[in-house]
């Protein structure tokens, strides 16, 4: 039976590499010479610092652009609140892996909503789609391309 996986990953080999490159460019930008900004990643949080709120937004800029040249999507980043203390600011920004089960109840209830003949099923973070019909399930990836569900999905493990 032709099955496939809904998965939410974000390649983190590609995510180091998008910080390295946005920390070389506030290095070298005329704008932050003499300014102490950085990125660093730990557990699944980026975390901007910097020394006032503007160059935050400076920076989230820079690294949504290094990231979308890396080919991923911005979408799974989750800006947390920007913390001033003293003469520092720093943002943590949470990346999203993995499909919560809220939205894995939300993504089944729109499955069955279109009558496909399809069965989808709960594994941990990710969903299976299986049916007897490959087009089945090539609609279901097109229904779900469409929806707007906050998070980048990727549809991986098709098999006939």
């Known amino acids: 039976m032709p099955s496939f ?20 460019e506030v290095g070298t930008r005329f704008d932050f010479k003499g300014v102490d900004a950085s990125f660093t990643l730990s557990e699944q949080v980026v975390t901007l610092s910097a020394e006032v ?4 937004q400076q920076m989230l800029d820079i690294l949504k652009g290094k990231l979308v040249k890396r080919s991923i999507d911005v979408s799974c980043l989750d800006e947390g609140e920007t913390v001033i ?19 894995a109840r939300k993504i089944v209830k729109l499955v069955k909503d279109t009558k496909i003949k399809v069965q989808t099923a709960i594994q941990g973070d990710k969903l299976r789609v299986t049916g007897k019909k490959r087009d ?6 097109a229904m779900l391309k469409e929806a707007s569900l906050g998070i980048p999905l990727q549809y991986n493990n098709f098999r006939d």
């Not at 089945?136 to 990836?141: A, H, K, M, P």
């Open 5 to 24: 996986d809904i998965v939410s990953e974000v390649d983190m080999h590609e995510l180091n590499n998008a910080l390295d490159q946005a920390n070389r």
């Open 53 to 56: 709120d503007f160059q935050l």
């Open 85 to 103: 203390s003293g003469r520092r600011a720093t943002l943590p920004v949470k990346v999203q892996q993995g499909i919560d089960s809220d939205l």
């Open 136 to 141: 089945d399930l090539q609609q279901v990836i």
